[in-house]
């Protein structure tokens, strides 16, 4: 058991950094592609991953983290291991093709709501992206399921920098949206591929397992919060797209890129960290509260830091054109800090098999995108947006607090501080820079106040400190005997 936690522990910090290079390719090539491409293409370009996402997750129906739930407790030889890769895998991309199909069914549909001639020129890359996504992130949990997790993080990060290469020299060549697209596509193809190789005994159809319905019915709960989740982050974009075309969302989106760098990071070790939590033991005085304070601590920094290097990063990337985007990316630092916790939330719970609670920890969260969005859109167009994502997230925080500590209440009440302590002076620091516009100098003199607000409010502890540095030194030295944290947390 001891042994499964530090793989697990060490794969969480391998997928993260093999992902952070990946993620800079991607940014490279976004950053090509503001300055070669109009903003109402680049626009165009991210309404086509809008779809292409949410058509990817419809297929999913739950079995990627069903799959890592699984596996996680199976040696990678067994019989069983091998007959659930199977079942999952083809039942997988047997509803990646149903989705793929009924999304092309309503595409006039989608037609007649975004009649924008980029968007409906590359409509028909939409299915084979989202199959192809859908079946490589399955491919990876069972990587994840394997404990193959050196083999993850240069995967992962080798796709990312094929894609950017092919996308950037289309980009080059004049070739437009359709070189970002296909570099989707052919990368895609060559990691599947890749995996196929290396583990071709998980490649055979089934449609039979004797824990079929189970399997079914958690990822059911699991399909539901993926649902949701995605409709909570992109019902922005698709009402900003609507209302204010795709030069608004081009600006929005490419305000996005840089803040949703913590939310990748942090959805590139979630496979590693499931298989973590679902390795633990259960223990009754809620070992993850630990993590939970150094991850919001660690968080409210990084906002700190993005705030006060928004305008200066948001001209670099994608020049001057995108100006407008500065305080979107100021709210979406904020944003990304909380999301990340309410993350991190629901892998707890589905890490201890609390699924449908996962699941509940959604519902009102959707109802207040919806209502805070198409409110705060039509008023303030993307800053509007991200402002409704920060209200939805805060919100989500607090349920999540609660529902993690069960009837412990006062877990709940410490859970609960832990993320308003954190919250307070980055709202505040929010605030201040939409009210002043401060100068560069000004505005790191409010965040370096800031990071003493989160010290004085003791978002994180000296012992936190001191377990994260165990950790770190632990991870370090993997061929030593122990790692103090792997009980801890």
């Known amino acids: ?83 659930t890769s199977r079942f999952v895998m083809t039942i997988s991309v047997a509803t990646s093709i149903i989705a793929c199909l009924a ?25 084979p992206i989202a199959f192809l996504t859908t079946t490589l992130q399955l491919v990876m949990s069972l990587l994840v399921g394997a404990k193959k997790f050196k083999r993850l993080s240069v995967l992962s990060a080798g796709i990312e920098i094929f894609r950017a290469l092919l996308s950037t020299g289309g980009l080059l060549a ?23 190789v290396s583990m071709p005994s998980l490649f055979a159809v089934t449609f039979r397992h004797p824990q079929s ?67 633990q033991e259960t223990r009754s005085d809620n070992p993850q509260v630990t993590a939970v304070r150094i991850v919001t601590a660690l968080l409210a920094v990084a906002a700190v830091v993005l705030m006060a290097l928004s305008k200066p990063l948001m001209t670099m990337l994608y020049s001057e054109k995108y100006e407008s985007g500065i305080t979107i990316m100021q709210a979406l630092s904020v944003w990304a800090a909380f999301t990340i916790i309410n993350y991190l939330f629901s892998i707890i719970l589905i890490g201890n098999g609390q699924s449908r609670r996962a699941f509940f920890l959604t519902l009102p969260q959707l ?45 709940g009440r410490m859970l609960t501080m832990v993320f308003l302590r954190a919250a307070a002076p980055l709202l505040l620091l929010l605030l201040a820079v939409l009210s002043m516009k401060p100068s560069f100098l000004l505005l790191a003199v409010l965040s370096s106040m800031t990071i003493v607000l989160l010290i004085v409010f003791k978002v994180v502890t000296q012992k936190d400190i001191n377990t994260l540095r165990t950790a770190i030194s632990g991870l370090a030295g993997r061929g030593s005997a122990r790692l103090p944290m792997a009980s801890k947390l």
């Not at 090509?32 to 086509?48: N, P, Y």
């Not at 109802?367 to 198409?374: F, L, Y």
Request: aromatic share 10%; hydrophobic share 55%; net charge neutral.
């Open 1 to 83: 058991m001891e042994k499964d936690k530090t793989q697990y522990l060490f794969g969480i910090v391998l997928s993260g950094s093999g992902n952070l290079l990946g993620m800079a390719a991607s940014l490279v090539t976004i950053m090509v592609a503001a300055r070669l491409l109009s903003q109402d293409e680049l626009g165009a370009f991210f309404l086509v991953m809008l779809v292409a996402q949410f058509t990817a997750l419809l297929g999913d129906i739950g079995l990627k983290n069903t799959a890592i739930k699984a596996l996680s407790i199976l040696p990678e030889t067994s019989f069983e291991f091998i007959q």
């Open 103 to 127: 999304v092309s069914l309503i595409m006039p549909l989608l037609a007649l709501l975004w009649p924008y001639q980029e968007f409906q020129s590359h409509t028909s890359y939409i299915a």
């Open 367 to 411: 109802a207040m995108i919806i209502i805070s969005t198409g409110f705060l859109v039509p008023l303030y167009e993307g800053f509007g947006a991200a402002i409704a994502l920060i209200v939805t997230a805060f919100l989500g925080n607090i349920i999540g607090a609660r529902l993690v500590a069960g009837i412990d209440k006062s877990t």
């Open 174 to 196: 004049g070739l437009g949206i359709s070189s970002l697209l296909w570099g989707m596509i052919v990368s895609r193809l060559i990691g599947i591929g890749a995996i196929w």
């Open 213 to 279: 319905a189970e399997l079914l019915k958690f990822g059911g709960w699991l399909y539901g919060c993926s649902l949701v989740s995605i409709i909570m982050v992109r019902t922005s974009d698709a009402i900003l797209t609507t209302y204010m075309g795709t030069a608004a969302l081009a600006v929005y989106s490419a305000a996005m890129q840089v803040p949703s760098v913590l939310q990748r990071v942090f959805e590139s070790i979630r496979p590693a960290l499931l298989g973590y939590i679902s390795a």
